[in-house]
């Protein structure tokens, strides 16, 4: 007998759509697909076989993340292939913060009304995150939630499991005065302090589509770039050099994150002028006059993740990561004391 529920319909869920929306999805899905996959997606769990050859002492590695309110950027402008990449990045980028390879990814998506080719081009963003991070999408839930939300609203999502060798992790813990701080540009806001950016240019059908001279692309198109994925650049810099620390630059900025990665008695000097600051930051501070240190404190500023490397490998790291599609800058360098982060 066919599945289906008129009166569960009548209720604001139709679960066809449901189906339907798995079936749509699948091929953006078996793009993801590495050799630990164990089952396809349909099934009550997602099933991984993780490859241990090789390590002396395995260490599964997790994290958690949705995308904040960048998301309602997608519900105005309409477009919702890219804001799976952000859910895939928020949650990566952490990871790799461990040295940890990202093994598998799920998501969940909650969504006014199921409309099939939506969910799909949802997924379709997820699994290009995925790529990216050569990460496989073992699975997720699509669910339906009519009076808990608007019909065209969505919210989503992720979590994803990684692996690292425990002898070989980075956890900050052989950082020393003179190490450099080398700085991975981002691709733009990433998903962090929407909530600002949306009150700066008071956002809305009309203001999302202004253009200004600082930016090459309207508003909307530049604030919705997808949150640069930083998994395999890192994992090709820890096969060339010591990486001693590793932050991913988000909620809270330069303030919160980078005293993460330092030890106790360490603090992080950075050279300000040394910081690419994208455009769309400085436009950000002069429309909301928003003061430097809150900008510091909110946004990666350009930087969406720093790594500290010995002295003697700095050059040899900025060739690595340059070889692998990153135009990293020198940022700094860890220094004895105890204020976290100062500019210098």
Do not use: W
């Amino acid at each position: 007998m066919e599945s289906f529920s008129e009166s569960y319909k009548a209720a604001g869920v139709d679960i066809t759509a449901g189906y339907k929306s798995v079936e749509l999805m699948k091929k953006h899905v078996a793009r993801t697909n590495t050799p630990g996959v164990v089952s396809g997606i349909g099934g009550f769990g997602g099933l991984f076989k993780p490859d241990f050859a090789g390590m002396e002492e395995p260490v599964l590695i997790s994290g958690t993340d949705g995308v904040g309110t960048k998301i309602k950027l997608a519900f105005l402008l309409n477009k919702h292939n890219t804001i799976g990449i952000d859910s895939v990045a928020m949650c990566v980028n952490d990871v790799i913060c461990c040295g940890a390879k990202p093994l598998f990814f799920l998501d969940y998506i909650a969504i006014g009304k199921n409309i099939p080719e939506k969910v799909a081009s949802i997924v379709e963003g997820i699994a290009e995150g995925c790529v990216q991070s050569e990460c496989a999408l073992v699975g997720g839930e699509t669910a339906e939630h009519p009076g808990l939300m608007p019909e065209d609203e969505y919210d989503v999502a992720g979590f994803c499991v990684g692996i690292a060798d425990k002898p070989k992790m980075i956890d900050g813990s052989k950082l020393k005065s003179g190490d450099v701080l080398i700085g991975l540009r981002s691709s733009g806001v990433h998903s962090n302090g929407f909530s600002l950016v949306r009150k700066i240019f008071n956002i809305n059908e009309e203001t999302i589509n202004n253009t200004y001279p600082e930016l090459d692309k309207p508003l909307g198109e530049t604030l919705l770039t997808p949150t640069k994925i930083y998994v395999k650049p890192i994992l090709a810099l820890m096969k060339e050099v010591e990486v001693k620390a590793v932050s991913h630059i988000t909620g809270g900025g330069f303030y919160e994150n980078i005293p993460r990665m330092l030890k106790d008695g360490m603090t992080a000097k950075v050279i300000k002028n040394n910081i690419p600051v994208l455009p769309i930051f400085k436009l950000m501070q002069r429309v909301g006059n928003i003061s430097e240190h809150d900008m510091y404190n909110t946004f990666n500023m350009g930087v969406g993740m720093i790594a500290a490397v010995a002295k003697e490998d700095a050059d040899k790291a900025l060739v690595v990561l340059k070889d692998n599609g990153e135009d990293a800058v020198i940022l700094g360098e860890v220094i004895e004391g105890s204020e976290g982060v100062v500019f210098a």
